[in-house]
């Protein structure tokens, strides 16, 4: 990703159907881990889900490798800092809780970021990841954004499990979606996150919204969402 996209990026993301649900998974699974303690995201981009967590009442550290989203984030009231997610300014054990939400699949050593995500957090501290699956949605848009991989379920909890974190749910998102986000991609000839018409957005936002209450998260996605912990020995 570039300066220029994390820009584009901040700017339609508040309304955006796509973050904004994730923002509301974030939400949701944030409240369920009880009061809030300190917090760091890696590839934070804008800053926009760290500021979830900042209205949950969380101390939260934003870390990006590119200084224009570093600088978007700051303006935008958070604690933020330039940094590699292989290697962060962050003290052993300091973490309650640590987001890397479509990051992972930008890195090439993949393994190192989730042990520097193990080694932050502290024991019992939680692990949340959002990336794109599967390499049959592979397209210009992958090659635009940067991205190494797509993961599938296997290879996203196996590399979360080596790093030393017990999974404690891993769930597809974008089910419905899927087809049509498949067909828009093959015809895409680069990065596809943009303003949306907004007869769309409210009907692509209803309909992930509706993948809250309906049985879909073992069927094959868009993104897959893992929720691991790391544990207290």
């Known amino acids: 990703m570039e300066g220029t996209d994390i820009a584009a990026t901040a700017a339609v993301e508040e309304r955006h159907w796509w973050y904004r649900e994730r923002r509301s998974i974030i939400a949701r699974q944030v409240r369920?881990?009880?009061t809030p303690g300190r917090a760091?995201?890696?590839g934070a981009a804008g800053g926009g889900n760290s500021l979830v967590l900042r209205?949950?009442?969380?101390q939260v550290l934003a870390t990006e490798y590119l200084p224009e989203g570093v600088a978007i984030a700051r303006d935008r009231g958070l604690d933020a800092v330039r940094a590699d997610a292989r290697s962060l300014p962050v003290a052993s054990g300091s973490m309650d809780l640590a987001l890397a939400f479509d990051v992972l699949e930008h890195i090439e050593e993949d393994d190192l970021a989730a042990a520097e995500l193990h080694r932050v957090l502290r024991p019992g501290g939680t692990l949340l990841v959002a990336v794109p699956c599967d390499m049959a949605l592979w397209s210009a848009h992958d090659v635009a954004s940067g991205h190494v991989r797509r993961y599938t379920r296997a290879g996203l909890a196996g590399l979360v499990a080596r790093a030393g974190f017990a999974v404690e749910a891993l769930?597809?998102?974008n089910v419905l979606l899927r087809p049509a986000v498949a067909l828009a991609r093959r015809r895409a000839s680069g990065c596809s996150v943009t303003?949306?018409?907004p007869l769309a957005n409210a009907l692509f936002g209803g309909v992930v919204a509706a993948e809250r209450v309906l049985p879909l998260g073992g069927l094959p996605g868009v993104s897959l969402m893992l929720r691991a912990r790391r544990p207290d020995r």
Do not use: C, D, P, Y
Not at 55 to 58: E, K, V
């Open 32 to 34: 369920r881990l009880g």
């Open 195 to 197: 303003k949306v018409n």
């Open 40 to 42: 760091v995201e890696i």
């Open 55 to 58: 209205r949950l009442g969380w």
């Open 171 to 173: 769930w597809s998102w």
